[in-house]
C-alpha cells in the first residue's frame, strides 16, 4: 500500500503503474456513497415528474447564484486538494498546509452561504415540510452540507499530520483527499438538479 | 507560485470552472426560449455534470492510473446513473 | 479465548435476521411497513384482520431480538481486543446495542398490544401503531453510532496485523451514516423519508442486513485467525 508513494518520491506521480490512491477502504466508502447519492437524484427526477409545476415553481425560490458560487468554491477547494497531495508527495509540506488550509477555507465558505441560504428559506417560511420540492431541497442539501463537515474534520486532520508527514506517508493524505473529492462531485450533481433542471 | 500554473490540476480546474459558468447560463437563461429547448438545456446539465464529475473521477481522484476494476465500477456508476437520470427526466 | 462460544455468538446474526424476515415479511403483513398516510380507521381494520398473525409474528420477533445482543457482543469482543486496555469504543458499542436492538422490543410491544384486544378504540390502535414505527425507524442514532464505533476502532488498530481489514472500517462508517435518514421520518408522512420510504426504511433495512453479514464474516475471520496463529494477534506496530 505504501508502494505507490516509495515510487512517487522517486517518479514523476504521472508515470506511475496502476495503483489506486490511498486505502482501498475509503474507495469502497466513497462508491457506497455514490451509489447512495445516485438513487437519490434518480428518485428525485421520478418524483419530480409527478409535480412537475410544483417543482419548478418552487424551484425558481432557490438563489441560484448562491448555488454557483458552492459549486465554484468545492470545484477550487478540491484543486487544491489535488495540488496539497502533489505537494506531500515532493516532500513540500509548508506548501502543502496552506494550499490544506485554503481547502479549508472553501469549504467553509461552503458551509456558510449553505446557512445564509437557509435563514433566507426559514425567513421566507420556507421548511423541509412546505412541499415535496423542499423536502427534497433541505434533505439532499443538508445530507450533503453533513458530509462537507465530515469533509472539513478530515482537512482539519490532515492538517495535523502535515508537519511530521514523510513523502511515504502521502496515502493518508490520498485517502482524506479522495473523500473530499467525493464531496465535491455530488454537490457538481445536486446542484443542477435541484437548481437549473425544470 | 509557478507550481501552481505548472500543476496538471490546474488545466483541469480550469475546465471544470467554464464548465460551470457554461451549466449556470444554460441552465438560467430564459430569454424566447420555448418548451423543447428547456428540455434540451436540462438534458444538457445533468450531462455536462456528470462529464465534470468523470473528470474529477478521472484526474482529480487519480482513477486514470487506477486498478482496471476500480476504474471500471466508477465509470460504470457515471454511465448508468447518466442512462437513469436521462430516462427518467425524458419518459416519466 | 473458547473459539466456540465467539463462533456461537457471532453466528446468532442469522437466526436474528432469519426470524425477523420470517415474522415480519411472511406471518405479520409487516413489510413492507404500514403507510404513515393511512387514516386511523385503515390502520384499525389492519390490525382487527390480521390480529392473530401479528400476535404470532410479534412472539417470534421478541424472541429472535435477543440475538441481536449475542451477536453484537461478538462484534464489540473483538474490537475492544483491538483497541488494547480501556476499550472505550467497544463499551459504547455495546450501550448502543442495547437500543438499537432494544428499541425493537419496544415497537413489538407496541405492535402486539395493538393487536391485543379485539374492539379497542381506533385513535388507541392508531397511537399505537405510530409509536411501534417510530420505535423501528427512528432510532437510527443508535444503530449509527454502534456502527461508527466499529469503524473508528477498526481504523485506529495499529497493529501489524489488525483485528479485522481496514476496509470493514471504512464500510461500518458508511453502514452508519445510511442509518441517519431515519431521524427525519417524523417530518414525513409521505415519500421517501417517510417511515415506509426508500430512504428512511429501505436503504437503512438493506444497510443493516448487510451490516450483519459483513460484520459476521469479519469476526468469524478474527477468530480463525486467533486460532490458528495467536502470537500474530498480540503483535503491536511499532
Redesign the interface.
Known amino acids: 500500500m505504501n508502494e505507490r508513494a516509495a515510487v512517487a518520491s522517486s517518479v514523476a ?2 508515470r ?6 490511498g ?7 466513497v ?6 447519492f ?6 428525485y ?3 419530480r ?1 409527478q409535480e412537475a409545476d410544483l417543482f419548478d415553481r418552487s424551484q425558481a425560490l432557490l438563489n ?1 447564484d448562491f448555488g ?1 458560487i458552492n ?2 468554491l468545492l ?2 477547494s ?2 487544491f ?3 496539497a497531495v ?1 505537494a506531500v508527495r515532493e516532500g513540500r509540506n509548508r ?1 502543502a498546509k496552506t494550499l490544506l488550509r485554503l481547502a479549508f477555507l472553501c469549504g467553509a465558505g461552503f458551509c456558510g452561504i449553505k446557512a445564509l441560504e437557509y435563514t433566507q428559506k426559514f425567513r421566507e417560511g420556507l421548511t ?2 412546505t412541499n ?1 420540492f423542499f ?1 427534497y431541497y433541505f ?1 439532499y442539501t443538508g ?1 450533503h452540507v ?1 458530509h462537507v463537515a465530515i469533509g472539513l474534520g478530515v482537512l482539519i486532520f490532515l492538517m495535523h499530520k502535515i508537519d511530521a508527514a514523510r513523502p511515504q506517508d502521502a496515502p493518508v493524505f ?1 485517502s482524506g ?2 473523500f473530499w ?2 464531496v ?2 455530488l454537490w ?2 445536486l ?3 435541484l ?4 | 507560485m509557478e507550481w501552481l500554473i505548472r500543476s496538471k490540476a490546474t488545466p483541469i480546474w480550469a475546465l471544470l470552472f467554464a464548465a460551470t459558468c457554461m451549466s449556470w447560463a444554460l441552465g438560467t437563461c430564459r430569454a424566447a426560449r420555448s418548451g423543447v429547448s428547456l428540455e434540451l438545456a436540462s438534458i444538457a446539465v445533468m450531462l455536462i455534470a456528470m462529464i465534470k464529475i468523470r473528470f474529477v473521477l478521472i484526474h482529480f481522484m487519480e482513477l486514470k492510473h487506477a486498478p482496471w476494476i476500480w476504474r471500471g465500477l466508477f465509470e460504470a456508476w457515471v454511465a448508468c446513473v447518466s442512462i437513469a437520470l436521462v430516462t427518467t427526466y425524458l419518459l416519466i | 479465548m473458547n473459539p466456540t462460544t465467539h463462533r456461537l455468538c457471532a453466528w446468532t446474526g442469522v437466526p436474528f435476521i432469519v426470524l425477523f424476515t420470517v415474522a415480519m415479511i411472511f406471518i405479520g403483513h409487516m413489510v413492507p411497513p404500514l403507510p404513515p398516510s393511512w387514516t386511523s380507521a385503515q390502520v384499525l381494520d389492519f390490525y382487527t384482520t390480521h390480529g392473530l398473525a401479528i400476535r404470532a409474528a410479534t412472539a417470534i420477533m421478541m424472541m429472535g431480538t435477543a440475538f441481536g445482543f449475542t451477536w453484537s457482543a461478538s462484534v464489540a469482543v473483538w474490537t475492544a481486543r483491538a483497541e488494547g486496555a480501556m476499550p472505550v469504543l467497544s463499551f459504547g458499542q455495546l450501550v448502543c446495542a442495547a437500543w438499537s436492538f432494544g428499541g425493537i422490543y419496544n415497537a413489538i410491544v407496541d405492535f402486539s398490544s395493538a393487536a391485543f384486544r379485539a374492539g379497542r378504540p381506533e385513535q388507541i390502535v392508531f397511537s399505537l401503531n405510530d409509536h411501534g414505527w417510530y420505535w423501528i425507524v427512528m432510532p437510527g442514532s443508535c444503530a449509527e453510532l454502534q456502527c461508527i464505533l466499529i469503524g473508528l476502532a477498526v481504523l485506529f488498530d495499529k497493529r501489524t496485523n489488525p483485528i479485522f481489514p481496514r476496509w470493514v472500517g471504512y464500510f461500518n462508517i458508511w453502514a452508519g451514516i445510511l442509518q441517519i435518514p431515519g431521524a427525519m421520518m417524523p417530518f414525513f408522512k409521505t415519500g421517501p423519508f417517510a417511515w415506509d420510504g426508500l430512504f428512511a426504511f429501505w436503504m437503512p433495512l438493506v444497510v443493516f442486513s448487510l451490516w450483519i453479514y459483513v460484520d459476521t464474516w469479519a469476526v468469524l475471520r478474527a477468530i480463525r485467525g486467533e486460532v490458528t496463529s495467536p502470537a500474530l494477534a498480540e503483535t503491536v506496530a511499532a
Not at chain 1, 445516485?38 to 428518485?43: D, K, M, Q, R, S
Not at chain 1, 437548481?195 to 425544470?198: C, G
Open positions: 506521480p504521472g506511475l503503474a496502476k495503483v489506486l490512491p486505502e482501498e477502504g475509503v474507495w469502497i466508502l462508491l457506497g456513497d455514490m451509489i447512495v445516485g438513487l437519490f437524484f434518480i428518485t427526477l421520478y418524483y415528474a441560484r454557483v459549486t465554484l470545484l477550487t478540491s484543486w486538494v489535488v495540488m502533489e506548501r423541509l415540510v415535496d423536502m434533505m445530507i453533513l490520498e483527499a479522495t473529492h467525493m465535491d462531485l457538481i450533481m446542484f443542477p438538479l437548481y437549473l433542471v425544470r
